[in-house]
């Protein structure tokens, strides 16, 4: 699998994942994270526009996309919790998949890790397929935070001894 910054003129392949995931969270009982329409057109080309929005390619199709960029994030500053490592880190969002590529979180998680040591992601309550597998690959629930919209989502955090956060 190859996985390079989206650009443009992928826009169209990802809102076509994006649609694909919602229509999974919705089978798998979390029908409200992402709603009818999030993230939004609007929020996908600001993503590509700071180059942060990494879409994954199989066979010379998109099958998948996520955010991946470095630490702070003003909505991680509080948590009903404790982080387990409060130095620099990298953020993982918006990941999605069409479902034609098994084990496609692994290969995302891999490719981040391999940039940095210390990982965070959140997720909704409602979403325990992302809850299972981001404990399956190591993840640790840390707490709760508030998304930018206000509502509520599980924090988690990932940190590997002796690798860098790859920040400076």
């Known amino acids: 699998m190859e996985i390079r910054k989206a650009v443009p003129g992928d826009l169209p392949e990802l809102l076509r994942i994006y649609a ?11 029908p409200t994270q992402w709603g009818e329409d999030r993230p939004a057109r609007s929020t996908l080309e600001e993503d590509i526009r700071r180059g942060d929005l990494y879409l994954a390619v199989e066979g010379g199709r998109a099958a998948g996309a996520f955010v991946f960029r470095p630490g702070p994030e003003a909505s991680y500053e509080a948590i009903r919790g404790e982080w387990q490592e409060a130095g620099p880190y990298w953020v993982i969002h918006r990941v999605a998949s069409d479902g034609t590529v098994r084990g496609f979180l692994g290969r995302c998680l891999a490719f981040c890790g391999g940039t940095a040591g210390n990982l965070k992601i959140d997720t909704h309550r409602d979403n325990r397929v992302m809850q299972h597998l981001l404990e399956k690959y190591g993840f640790l629930p840390r707490g709760e935070i508030l998304a930018e919209d206000g509502s509520p989502r599980i924090a988690y955090q990932r940190v590997e001894a002796g690798k860098s956060s790859g920040n400076t």
């Open 20 to 30: 694909a995931a919602r229509e999974t969270m919705k089978r798998t009982g979390n």
